[in-house]
């Protein structure tokens, strides 16, 4: 069975980009969510989607943050106009119904803002 | 607002030692606790699912416990191997779906 696939894997933009992350979750995870890991900070949530439906977005820093789940299958996560501080591992993570089952992460997507 | 701490910040130990990672929390009301391992450069893999009502899960050599009271939870590694080298993370379920992560303990065992 395929885990949890995040592309790219590492994207590298200049300030005033738009950049574009997509999750593939694993087939059947209800549950899809995004965290992300900034340097030297400990890894936090985003948001959480349940199907195509937003449950959680309450870790989303501002409105340059866009998160998409089409048809409760991949999602993306769009960040338009990039900033500096965006820069840091965005990971991706699924789980299955209900919401006691444990998180299965993607590599992470590696986004460097210059 | 609940904090995750992990003590220490990184561990270096000698191959075959026998070692525990320290995991604390500020609001015992969790659901639910989940270990991970995190290799450089790589994502995080899922060791261990504590759920609330739990004491401890074993898997190998690894086994984890959990004292929802006193906010605590210590993963235990036995007859630690180099491979074993990685960040390890701690992170917690409240309400909701969201974990909430510890910074992790970096630990580096040496053959």
């Known amino acids: 069975e395929a885990g949890v696939t995040q592309f790219p894997s590492h994207s590298v933009i200049e300030k005033g980009q738009t950049v574009t992350l997509r999750c593939d979750p694993i087939?059947?995870?209800?549950?899809l969510y995004w965290y992300r890991r900034v340097m030297g900070k400990e890894i936090k949530f985003l948001l959480h989607?349940?199907?195509?439906?937003?449950?959680?977005e309450s870790g989303m820093p501002n409105n340059r943050f866009l998160a998409e789940r089409t048809g409760g299958t991949y999602s993306t996560l769009k960040v338009q106009p990039a900033e500096l501080e965006d820069s840091g591992v965005y990971f991706c993570?699924?789980?299955?119904?209900?919401?006691?089952?444990?998180?299965?992460f993607g590599p992470g997507t590696r986004l460097t803002v210059l | 607002k609940q904090e995750v701490t992990q003590i220490p910040a990184a561990l270096s130990v000698p191959e075959g030692e026998n070692l525990v990672l320290n995991c604390s929390f500020t609001?015992?009301?969790?659901?639910?606790l989940q270990w991970f391992r995190q290799d450089p450069g790589k994502g995080l893999t899922s060791l261990l699912l504590?759920?609330?009502?739990?004491r401890e899960q074993t898997s190998g050599r690894l086994n984890a416990s959990l004292d929802k009271s006193s906010g605590r939870s210590t993963l235990y590694i036995a007859a630690s191997q180099p491979g074993d080298s990685a960040t390890y993370l701690c992170?917690?379920?409240?309400?909701?779906?969201?974990?909430?992560f510890g910074q992790g303990t970096e630990l580096s065992v040496k053959p």
């Open positions: 993570a699924s789980s299955p119904y209900p919401l006691d089952n444990e998180q299965f």
């Open positions: 992170a917690v379920r409240n309400q909701g779906g969201k974990l909430i």
């Open positions: 609001d015992s009301a969790i659901y639910n």
């Open positions: 087939s059947g995870h209800d549950n």
């Open positions: 504590i759920q609330s009502s739990q």
């Open positions: 989607f349940v199907k195509e439906s937003k449950q959680d």
